[in-house]
C-alpha cells in the first residue's frame, strides 16, 4: 500500500479490515507505520540497518498514548539513528541490558556493602527508600549531576540531615561503580550538602537521666534493655542492640565485642558491673544463643527502630534533638565528671583514634586496660544510681576521683 499522509482524524476513525488487519505507511515520516486490528491501533517503524537487505520492524507505541505528532517525532529520530549506522532494535536490547541505577545500586549493597561496611544495612534502607523509587529506571551511565541535584533538593524540604546522607551514600555508590568500571564518571562529585550539620553536643541532665529511666521502664523490655546498656556501658547504640549471647561471659561478667562488630575493626571487652551485668545475666538466661534483644516482632533492632522508640520515649522529657546516642555522649561527660581520666573513658568506648593514635598505642601497647575500664564503670554504675535514686546530694559532699 502507498504511503499517504496521515491526519488525526483519519488514524481516530481508522478501522481494521474484513481480513483481520489494515497496515498504513505516513508518508510524512518515513518509515511510520500504523496497525490497525481489532481493538487496538499501533505504531511502528519499519526500515533496513545500513548494510543489511534485512528489513527490520521496531515498535513504537499503542496509540492513542503516541499521538501521531509524538510517532512521527520519533520516527524522525529513528532514521536520524539509522542513517549514522545505528539499529534501533539491538539498541533497545543494548538498553534493556544495560545496568540500572536501580541494578547499580543493588550490586555495590551485595559486592561491597556486605561484604565491607557494618553499617550495609542503613546504606540498603536509605537508598531504597529515597533514591530507588526516584531514579531507579535511570541508566546508570546516563545519570545527570542535575537530576541528583533535584532529587536532593526534594529531600532537603523534608529531611535536610537525610538529603546529606543520601548524597554521601549516592556518592559511595558512584565511586565505587567508577573504580569497577561499571560507569565512566561520578555525578554526584561537586554537588554540596544542602544542610549545614553542627556536630551534636546533647548531653543528658541529671533530670532527664532520672526521668530516662522512669521512662524506660513502661517501653517494650527490648528497647528499655538496649537503652539502658548504652548508657550504664558508654557502648555505641548499634553495639547495644546487637548484643550476642556469644559475646556474653556472665561467669567472668564481660562482653566482649568481636572486631566485625566494631567501628574501628578491633575487638573490644567491656566489663559487666551493676545494673550492666544484671541486664546481661537475665538476658543471656532467657536466650542460650544468638541475638538477646529483639524487637517486639521478633526482629534486630534497626537504627530506625531505635530512633522511633526513643522519640516515643522522650517525649515530654527531652528536645527534639534527642537520640539513643546521646546516651553514650552521657555515659562519657558522666565519667568525666567523676574525673576519669580521658585515656580511660577512650578505652571504654573503644575511641581508636585517642588510644591508638601513637605508634606507641597501636603496636607496642598491648595491655587491655581492663581493670581501668572495671574501675570507671563501676563508678559510672554507681552515679547512675545514685542519680536515679532521686535522693539530693548535699552540698558538702563532692565526687570523688577513682583511682585509673
Known sequence: MPARILTDVEVRSLKPEPSGRLMIYDAKARGLCLRVSAGTKAWSFVYRPRG????????????????????????????????????????????????????????????????????????????????????????????????????????????????????????????????????????????????????????????????????????????????????????????????LAEEVDPVKATWTLPAARTKNKRPHAIPLVGEALAIARRLRSETPSGRLILSPRGKPLSPQNMAKAFERLREGIFDEGATPHDLRRTAATVLGRLEIDRMTIAYVLNHASTTKSTVTGSTYDQYTYMPQKKRALEALDAEIRYVISGVPRPDNVTVLKVGA
Open 52 to 243: 543489511s537487505a534485512q528489513q527490520r520492524r521496531f515498535t513504537i507505541g499503542d496509540y492513542p498514548a503516541w499521538s501521531l505528532s509524538q510517532a512521527r517525532e520519533k520516527a524522525l529520530a529513528l532514521r536520524r539513528l539509522v542513517q549514522d549506522g545505528g539499529d534501533p532494535v539491538v539498541a533497545a536490547k543494548e538498553r534493556s541490558e544495560a545496568l540500572t541505577v536501580a541494578g547499580l545500586i543493588a550490586r555495590f549493597i551485595e559486592w561491597h556493602a556486605k561484604v565491607k561496611l557494618r553499617s550495609w544495612r542503613d546504606y540498603e534502607s536509605l537508598l531504597s527508600r529515597d533514591v530507588v523509587p526516584v531514579l531507579g529506571r535511570r541508566l546508570a551511565h546516563e545519570l545527570t549531576r542535575g537530576e541528583v541535584a533535584n532529587l536532593i533538593d526534594k529531600i532537603a524540604l523534608r529531611a535536610p540531615v537525610v538529603s546529606n546522607r543520601n548524597l554521601q551514600t549516592l556518592s559511595s555508590v558512584y565511586s565505587w561503580a567508577v573504580s569497577e568500571g561499571l560507569v565512566p564518571s561520578n555525578p554526584v562529585i561537586g554537588l554540596k550538602q544542602r544542610h549545614t550539620e553542627v556536630p551534636k553536643e546533647r548531653v543528658l541532665s541529671d533530670a532527664e537521666i532520672a526521668a530516662f529511666w522512669t521512662a524506660s521502664a513502661a517501653a517494650a523490655p527490648s528497647y528499655r534493655d538496649a537503652f539502658r546498656l548504652i548508657l550504664l556501658t558508654g557502648q555505641r547504640p548499634g553495639e547495644c542492640a546487637g548484643i
